[in-house]
């Protein structure tokens, strides 16, 4: 399934989503942007491009790319995009695929929206062994 304004659609539509009412308060255009670009951040930040080719979504899957950029995209609509970490409106991730330990060493960091974090996988904690 592509990852795109349709889909977004689908995913956002009134009666399927709680945030129905707020994604469609944004004009269209800005939907497709903040979908374009959701998926450019959430690709850049996990080091890979995001699946298209899941098969469709069923009762108990736990991550779902597309849902990740979605919920991202409707979090930059919301402007996330200028929240700094001290608002206590953003989340921070590692931006790699390696260890979580190595990436906090390293220091890079991205903004993320939470329930975005949450279809990609993502608990939230940072484990720091050794």
Not at 21 to 44: C, F, H, I, M
Not at 69 to 85: D, F, M, N, Q
Not at 94 to 111: I, M, N, T, V, W
Request: no cysteine; glycine share 8%; aromatic share 10%.
């Amino acid at each position: 399934m592509a990852i795109d304004i349709d889909g977004a659609e689908a995913y956002f539509a009134i009666g399927k989503h709680s945030a129905a009412d707020t994604w469609q308060r944004y004009p269209n255009s800005r939907r497709e942007g903040a979908v374009a670009e959701s998926k450019r951040v959430l690709s850049r930040t996990l080091g890979r491009p995001m699946r298209e080719d899941e098969e469709p979504y069923k009762a108990g899957d736990k991550t779902r790319d597309e849902y990740a950029v979605y919920e991202h995209a409707l979090y930059l609509l919301e402007g996330a995009e200028t929240a700094s970490p001290y608002s206590g409106s953003a989340v921070n991730i590692f931006r790699s695929a390696r260890s979580e330990a190595d990436q906090f060493q390293s220091g890079k960091r991205q903004y993320i929206a939470p329930e975005a974090l949450r279809w990609l996988g993502y608990s939230g904690t940072v484990v720091v062994r050794g």
